[in-house]
């Protein structure tokens, strides 16, 4: 069974950092590109950030550009997401996601964690 | 970057009826779009991908169609547990994924 279990969300000052954590199991991780997507409180979906399978290739939503760095070491089938500058409009439930196929370029979500909330508040 | 709009915002129907949800892109993603339904404090959860295929496990009540910039999410024989919140999601132009705002689907 696939499981995705965020952690490190919490409550941090506007300009703070923040580092995220999901930690994967029940599928070969290395083979599948995995997600960030966040969900401001009351709000709907929004892409963040996706890393390669081999960690290789990344992107980012223009919001969150220059300011996150997603990471992954598959050697513990974790990846991570470093949020530095945060900004009040970065509060929200972020998820890990996996892509539902092992090739990067497809954003289908297969399975998705319970997310983990980020509040950005003075 | 393109957008993605849902109609209607909050749809009400009963158990059984057929409720009928649609997506419109701001240009064509081809085929390349996906349905999530979202309950209250759940995270999402994959429906259909490539317009019209239903991930592992989704009854055949929930169904899709559409291409280019105009889709449908169908659901036939409406069931409790599926009342929730449905996104569409174009991922045509990668890596810019995006999510249109979602329909509430009400009893």
């Known amino acids: 069974e696939v499981q995705l279990l965020e952690s490190g969300g919490g409550l941090v000052q506007p300009g703070g950092s923040l580092r995220l954590s999901c930690e994967a199991a029940?599928?070969?991780?290395?083979?599948?590109?995995v997600h960030w997507v966040r969900q401001a409180p009351g709000k709907g979906l929004e892409w963040v950030s996706v890393?390669?399978?081999?960690?290789?290739?990344?992107n980012y939503a223009d919001a969150v550009k220059g300011r996150f760095r997603i990471s992954r070491d598959n050697s513990k089938n974790t990846m991570f997401l470093q949020m530095n500058s945060l900004k009040v409009e970065d509060t929200a439930v972020y998820y890990c996601?996996?892509?539902?196929?092992?090739?990067?370029?497809?954003?289908?979500?297969?399975?998705w964690g319970q997310g983990t909330l980020v509040t950005v508040s003075s | 970057e393109i957008v993605m709009t849902q109609s209607p915002a909050t749809l009400s129907v009963s158990p059984g009826e057929r409720a009928t949800l649609s997506c419109r892109a701001s240009?064509?993603?081809?085929?390349?779009l996906a349905w999530y339904q979202q309950k209250p404090g759940q995270a999402p959860r994959l429906l259909i991908y490539?317009?019209?295929t239903r991930a592992t496990g989704v009854p055949a009540r929930f169904s899709g169609s559409g291409s280019g910039a105009e889709f449908t999410l169908t659901i036939s024989g409406l069931q409790s547990e599926d009342f929730a919140v449905y996104y569409c999601?174009?991922?045509?132009?990668?890596?810019?994924?995006?999510f249109g705002p979602g329909t509430k689907l009400d009893i």
């Open positions: 996601a996996k892509s539902r196929i092992g090739v990067t370029g497809v954003g289908v979500f297969d399975h």
């Open positions: 029940g599928f070969t991780f290395s083979n599948y590109p």
């Open positions: 890393i390669s399978g081999r960690g290789g290739d990344t």
């Open positions: 240009q064509s993603v081809r085929s390349n």
């Open positions: 490539e317009t019209s």
């Open positions: 999601q174009q991922y045509d132009r990668w890596p810019l994924i995006t």
